[in-house]
């Protein structure tokens, strides 16, 4: 049971706690027991007053306005990147924690940008602006895999384009989807449904996801750049990037290119890639299997398939790559930071 | 009116003609008023017999087993690789000048690879062959824009990832595609429909098109790598492509990253693409600006969108790319084959 009495354990608050990250953050707590010693749901006015379930205990929602996070030991913040400009200093002020599912804090030189996995060590003591920061859901799965790769062959350039899922838009994202679809197989010609995509998603490809730069890249390109960077360490890694929203309600997917500065060989590449952490290589034994954000799997792994060494180019290959957006891309990435904090005592 | 008594204009035979690409080649010469003396529609012993109406008149479908194709000039192929090996050395020996669709001769030495808008050049004389190859879906529009930056910076490198739909796999894909969608909106967990494509391609994205070959690359991404060396005479040009196919129905997408020799400007790049002809730049006047398969517009274009060069390596840029896969894919660059070759009086 995640809820105990031990007063050691934290007592966590989650904001965005009807979304689609918060509930899953929700879902994650207790299929991982994660310890806590009290909780609480944190929403707007839309939501406050609803009465939510969990572990047989009727939690009710609060309003973020006028909410109190004295006696808030974590707070995981999965509600806009508005909405944790306004109201996580307040709550590192009143003392919390806060591990920050959102854009707003993350390139910002005092927060760390963690993905246990890849550089927990910047966890070692409680950060000094008291929050750390969850990347982009594209980013994590694609440094998860690069690390390695960094460190046995030197990466000379990274190029991806993603295939990313609606849910990555939240609830009304899917929803909009699959409204969408049912317009437009009634009529082909539908112009379909808008308002989260635009245009309509169903049925069609969108290469645009968050607001466009001054530079012609868009915002959520600039954040694999630099979320890459900053997380590997590495401020002059070559990473670019065209992000894309694809009629697929869950788990994004990318293709991305990686040249090195060595030739590399694609046995020992399967094999050093399949044993990282919470990673399966579809094509290990069968090659050219590969993972879809459907059948992938386990959703608490990256899944990498199609593992390729180009033959005129050795020093390059392409690697397929699946991962929950919603899981491996936030909420379970921020748990694991909270579960890291925990062991290390550092809270 | 296209159909013509002009003892000069040729007689064409459309193998394929109740398929994806034949329908869509019948439509376009009328639209075109390609001029023609007469017309035979060709398929299998499943459609042999059916009626057609083309301009008004009725015409039934023969059967490929037993045509004749005495008295045929043009013979157009788009009924699948094998039909064509079986059947174009018929038709050649026949006296018919064969434009072929599918894969079956397109790296053949003695067949030229064409895209008119790219190397007419090689159309001068009748082939010894016999035949004239229309290249693959993808390499067609991906090559029209890569011959003038090659002739402007040179091209070091060009990395693709591919959006493709489902009608690149002809009828049968556009109806799984839709069967698999309702199926997926009653139950979200329903494993789809499969056969055509596996798994079920509705609200998924599946990195696998035509056969793995033993190198861990598809055929579908050899072919853009041999055809756009062959096209653009360029044996030694470094393209490396994934090829996903995804849930649209009808119009391949592109997302394509180019390194050149050197430093790009953004808006004389912009004015060179916007130049070729039958291009539409929709990121001209407003950066940013994007096609999609179902909003791009005009058919008969190559539609380009989000054109960016990046600012840490000013040689290299993306390019986002829309074509309508079964008109300038297939059926329209056969057709302008053959009108190239009309023109040229090289029948
Ligand atoms: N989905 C993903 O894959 C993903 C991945 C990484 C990061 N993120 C980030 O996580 C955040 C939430 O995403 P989501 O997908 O869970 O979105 P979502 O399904 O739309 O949920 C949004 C959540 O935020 C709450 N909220 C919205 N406006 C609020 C306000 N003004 N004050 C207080 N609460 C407010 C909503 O509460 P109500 O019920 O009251 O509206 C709901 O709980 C976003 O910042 C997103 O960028 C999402
Ligand atoms: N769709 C594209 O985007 C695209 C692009 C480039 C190239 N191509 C190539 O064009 C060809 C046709 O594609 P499609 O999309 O039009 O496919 P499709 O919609 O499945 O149509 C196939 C056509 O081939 C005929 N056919 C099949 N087997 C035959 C046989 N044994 N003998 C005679 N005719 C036969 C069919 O006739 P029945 O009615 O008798 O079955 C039908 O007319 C393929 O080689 C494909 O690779 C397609």
New binding site residues.
């Given amino acids: 049971m995640p809820r105990v009495t031990d007063p050691t354990a934290p007592h966590i608050a989650l ?10 953050l929700l879902r994650l707590i207790e299929e991982r027991g994660f310890r806590y010693r009290g909780l609480d749901l ?7 007053g ?1 009465e939510v379930t969990v572990e047989g205990h009727s939690c009710r ?1 609060q ?3 006028g909410f109190d996070f004295a006696g808030v030991d974590i707070a995981f ?8 400009r306004t ?1 996580v200093p307040k709550a590192v002020a009143q003392g919390a924690l806060v591990i920050d ?3 707003a804090f993350r390139m910002d030189p005092g927060t760390p940008l963690v993905v246990p996995q890849v550089n927990a060590h910047v966890l070692g003591t409680r950060p000094e602006s008291g929050v750390v920061a ?1 990347p ?2 594209s980013t994590i799965p694609l440094v998860r895999l690069l690390r390695p790769v960094q460190e046995r062959w030197g990466i000379r350039q990274v190029v991806v384009s993603t295939y990313q ?1 609606a ?7 899917v929803e909009e989807l699959r409204a969408g679809a049912r317009s437009v197989l009634d009529d082909p010609d539908s112009a379909g449904v808008t308002g989260t995509f635009s245009p309509s998603l169903a049925f069609d490809v969108i290469p645009s996801i968050d607001r466009l730069l001054d530079d012609g890249f868009t915002f959520e390109e600039q954040k694999m750049l630099q979320e890459s960077r900053k997380i590997l360490e590495l401020p002059h890694l070559d990473v670019t990037t065209t992000c894309v929203r694809v009629p697929v309600a869950n788990s ?1 997917s990318e293709a991305a290119w990686i040249e090195c500065h060595e030739p590399v060989d694609r046995g020992e590449l399967v094999r050093l890639l399949a044993g990282q952490d919470e990673v399966t290589v579809h094509d290990l034994d069968t090659v050219g299997a590969f993972p879809t954000p459907r059948t992938a799997g386990d959703p608490n792994r990256v899944h990498v398939g199609r593992v390729r060494v180009a033959a005129h180019n050795p020093r390059g290959f392409w690697l397929w790559i699946v991962a929950d ?2 899981r491996i ?2 909420a379970l990435n921020a748990l694991q930071i909270a579960e890291e904090l925990t062991r290390r005592g550092a809270l």
Same sequence: chains 1, 2.
């Avoid at 944190?42 to 406050?48: E, F, G, K, M, P």
Wanted: one cysteine or more.
């Fill in positions: 904001v965005g706690a009807t979304g689609v990250v918060g509930t899953t944190v929403a707007s006015a839309r939501s406050a609803r929602v309003d973020v306005d913040f999965s509600a806009g990147a508005g909405v944790s109201f599912n959102t854009s969850n982009n859901c899922a849910s990555g838009a939240g609830y009304s994202g994004h957006n919603v891309g936030a």
